[in-house]
């Protein structure tokens, strides 16, 4: 059965230091990996997913993340951290074992940005 | 505009009522899901629906009913069955392209609260 541990579920960094969010997943398949931001009181919006033609993607924002077969993980990095960062971001494996590519969702890392 | 739609965006329940959060999309898309968040839980799938007059459980679907009778369209009600509604509900949908993974876009969502 797939799932997805976030190692962290809250992160702290200065404005203009890098961001390291960590993901782990479980998967029997060859995963399809996302990454999703939320502010608060919204809904998710899409930073990058993984579509195995590249292990390493860029998304939105200035974020990238690297899937690692070997390690099993899919962390999210961007070089310098802005304000307008701070959210909660997901990492997310999709369900491809069953036909409908159902998403599993980790249990989110808050991420603040300190001036 | 194309997006989705989620209405209310605040809605509450008094005890033993039924409530009905609506969504809609005018991305063509042909799945469409419903999801709860909780704190620090992450997302937890209620009902899903890949086509027009069908739809299947999640993994919480008790105390919980939909529709699909229109591709646009999936509402979701809340009955006095669900013992605990006081959540983040967010809807979203998705499209399946080739050499893509299905990816879900998602709603601004609803916030329903008990009183």
């Known amino acids: 059965a797939q799932s997805v541990t976030q190692l962290d579920s809250h992160v702290s960094v200065s404005e203009g230091t890098p961001v390291l969010l960590r993901c782990n997943y479980s998967?029997?398949?060859?995963?399809?990996l996302f990454w999703y931001v939320q502010h608060p009181n919204k809904g998710l919006q899409l930073l990058l997913k993984y579509t195995s033609a590249a292990t390493l993607v860029k998304g939105i924002n200035g974020f990238e993340a690297e899937f690692k077969k070997s390690e099993t993980s899919f962390h999210l990095t961007k070089p310098s951290a802005h304000m307008s960062d701070a959210a909660e971001y997901f990492c997310?494996?999709?369900?491809?074992?069953?036909?409908?590519?159902?998403?599993?969702f980790g249990k989110g890392t808050k991420l603040s940005v300190k001036p | 505009d194309g997006g989705i739609t989620q209405s209310p965006k605040y809605l509450f329940r008094k005890e033993g009522q039924n409530v009905t959060l609506s969504c809609e999309q005018n991305?063509?898309?042909?799945?469409m899901y419903w999801y709860r968040q909780d704190p620090g839980q992450g997302l937890r799938l209620i009902y899903y629906s890949q086509i027009v007059n069908d739809f299947q459980k999640g993994d919480i679907a008790e105390g919980y009913s939909v529709s699909r009778e229109k591709k646009e369209s999936f509402p979701l009600t809340v009955t006095s069955a669900q013992k605990n509604p006081t959540a983040f509900y967010l809807c979203a949908s998705s499209i399946d392209l080739p050499g893509s993974p299905r990816t879900q876009y998602f709603g601004p969502g609803t916030r329903l609260l008990v009183l």
């Open positions: 997310v494996v999709s369900d491809r074992g069953g036909s409908q590519g159902n998403l599993i």
């Open positions: 998967s029997s398949y060859s995963p399809s």
């Open positions: 991305l063509n898309h042909d799945a």
